[in-house]
Nanobody, 117 residues
Framework: QVQLVESGGGLVQTGGSLRLSCAAS????????MCWYRQAPGSQRELVAL???????NYASLVKGRFTISQDNAKHTAYLQMNSLKPEDTAVYYC???????????WGQGTQVTVSS
């Protein structure tokens, strides 16, 4: 079982920056891929970025070059640095972890990011 606590959402103007944090607690955390998804009103949840235990990363094309995912393994915390934000980045952002072997997944409660034009 893994628990996730997100923080860092808020309201920002176009071109601004925010950093989201996701603190994980539980067992065998080194076996999990950490990820961020987002869901805008009326849209499906979509992958934003993920990071493997070894530090490999993958990004959605819409955020590549603007967002950076990172992790602090000692703190079991993942971060999503979001720069050059656009109104279309407005969404609820969810942290998640995916077990590399079993496929089990756990989700955070979500944090709202709103980018004003």
């Amino acid at each position: 079982q893994v628990q996730l606590v997100e923080s860092g959402g808020g309201l920002v103007q176009t071109g601004g920056s925010l950093r989201l944090s996701c603190a994980a607690s539980g067992s065998n955390l080194s076996l999990y891929v950490m990820c961020w998804y987002r869901q805008a009103p009326g849209s499906q949840r979509e992958l934003v970025a993920l990071i493997t235990p070894g530090g490999g990363t993958n990004y959605a094309s819409l955020v590549k070059g603007r967002f950076t995912i990172s992790q602090d393994n000692a703190k079991h915390t993942a971060y999503l640095q979001m720069n050059s934000l656009k109104p279309e980045d407005t969404a609820v952002y969810y942290c998640c972890v995916l077990h590399r072997i079993s496929g089990a997944e756990y989700w955070g409660q979500g944090t709202q990011v709103t980018v004003s034009s």
